[in-house]
């Protein structure tokens, strides 16, 4: 429990900032930014999971379609929380600080039950040790960018260093 709720944290924490537009702030548009940050992760998961060309074309796909529910989620992990907090901090009622409880813990079963339903869907396309890396790369790309936004510095431009 303390691994998942730390996990979730530091993921809101890494897209709070993100959305906050100063994490790695680049030049022009914010979709310039998350065009180059997602190449920049296409690329080192791509290397990461040692994906085939034929792989790939079957793996981004649903890739893509895991991120959004996955980012749909966290936000709604972040919405709650911050309800949560403000209950607590408003001293509103149990009843009420119960009601957000549960949202929140709902919100947080909800990311859990999306990671579960992606490795059947990826276990479709990949041997399970591509899949497991699937994870393992993604957690080692957080870890380098959270790294990089406490060191000041920014991502490259078009790799992510390993």
């Known amino acids: 429990m303390k691994n998942r709720l730390f996990s979730t944290i530091a993921a809101i924490f890494v897209m709070a900032s993100f959305a906050g537009g100063n994490a790695f702030a680049q030049p022009g548009p914010q979709e310039d930014w998350k065009e180059k940050m997602q190449s920049v992760k296409i690329a080192f998961l791509t290397t990461e999971i040692g994906l085939t060309p034929t792989e790939a074309q079957d793996f981004w796909p649903i890739y893509n379609s ?27 009622s149990d009843k009420e600080v119960s009601r957000c409880l549960e949202r929140y813990l709902d919100a947080l079963s909800s990311q859990d039950e999306i990671r579960s339903d992606s490795v059947e869907k990826y276990r479709k396309i990949l041997p399970d040790r591509k899949v497991a890396k699937i994870f393992v790369a993604e957690e080692k790309f957080r870890r380098q960018h959270i790294r990089m936004l406490q060191h000041g510095h920014r991502p490259p431009q078009g790799q992510a260093n390993k």
Do not use: G, H, P, Q
């Not at 529910?69 to 709604?76: H, P």
């Open 66 to 92: 895991v991120s959004e529910e996955l980012d749909k989620a966290m936000r709604s992990t972040f919405s709650s929380y911050m309800e949560l907090e403000k209950a607590i901090n408003e001293n509103k």
